[in-house]
């Protein structure tokens, strides 16, 4: 009897190309930061850790509940390196405070930036950006997304 | 040449305690990609405040780039900027 199965060969291109072009008209960049870790850079640096990478008011929330500081900080330094590269900004000099996250009565967040960061992203024309935390066991991340207009 | 290899013993040793490298910050070459050798973004923070106590400076902001963190040489370049170290 003549087999019945057909053989198909399947090629996937996998040349590498920038994301931008994948998703025209989408940024998004996301990180993952070791709670653990975060808790002993505040043991090794302290205060200096905290001043030099969160603005104020992230220090405040942050510092309320002291079991939960290095949770709401790792989840913070997410956001800000998943900012980064959301943004192409690892080469642009830009300050760790320059990307804020701001928590609403609600729980909510959202992405403040500051001086160059705000700048360079607003000369992007990028519009819409949105954040987004988490956090489970040791280990706390973030996504930024973004509409580009380009 | 003498100051460049104190300067660079320096370095290593902050590496070696705060990088998170994957092999012995002594034995990578001046120019060896530190974030190949398995540092990552939050323990460059760590190198980055450790290298400000211990030669008393502060990087400004257009020195917070990955790439002035990516390699002993760079590293040392980006101290010898602000003015440490030079005689």
Not at chain 1, 91 to 116: K, N, Q, Y
Not at chain 2, 30 to 38: E, M, S
């Amino acid at each position: 009897m003549q087999s019945l199965m057909n053989t198909h060969e399947f090629t996937v291109e996998t040349a590498p190309r920038p994301a931008a072009a994948l998703l025209p008209g989408l940024r998004v960049g996301i990180d993952i930061t070791q709670i653990s870790a975060i808790a002993a850079s505040l043991e090794s640096f302290g205060e200096r850790f905290m001043r030099r990478l969160f603005s104020v008011d992230e220090v405040a929330y942050a510092t309320q509940v002291p079991a939960q500081t290095a949770q709401r900080l790792a989840a913070r330094f997410a956001a800000k390196e998943a900012a980064i590269k959301a943004f192409n900004l690892s080469e642009a000099g830009v300050g760790w405070r320059d990307i804020e996250v701001t928590r609403h009565a609600d729980g909510a967040c959202s992405l403040a930036l500051h001086r160059r960061a705000a700048t360079l992203v607003g000369q992007s024309g990028c519009t819409q950006i949105a954040v987004s935390l988490s956090h489970d066991g040791d280990y706390a991340t973030a996504v930024v997304a973004a509409r580009d207009p380009r | 040449m003498h100051a460049h290899q104190e300067f660079d013993a320096q370095i290593r040793t902050i590496l070696a305690q705060h990088g998170r490298l994957a092999v012995d910050a002594n034995a990578l070459d001046a120019d060896a990609d530190l974030y190949q050798a398995g540092m990552s973004s939050h323990a460059s923070v760590n190198v980055m405040l450790a290298l400000e106590s211990a030669f008393d400076l502060e990087f400004p902001d257009e020195l917070l780039k990955r790439s002035v963190f990516g390699s002993i040489a760079s590293i040392r370049e980006a101290v010898t900027s602000i003015g440490v170290g030079q005689t």
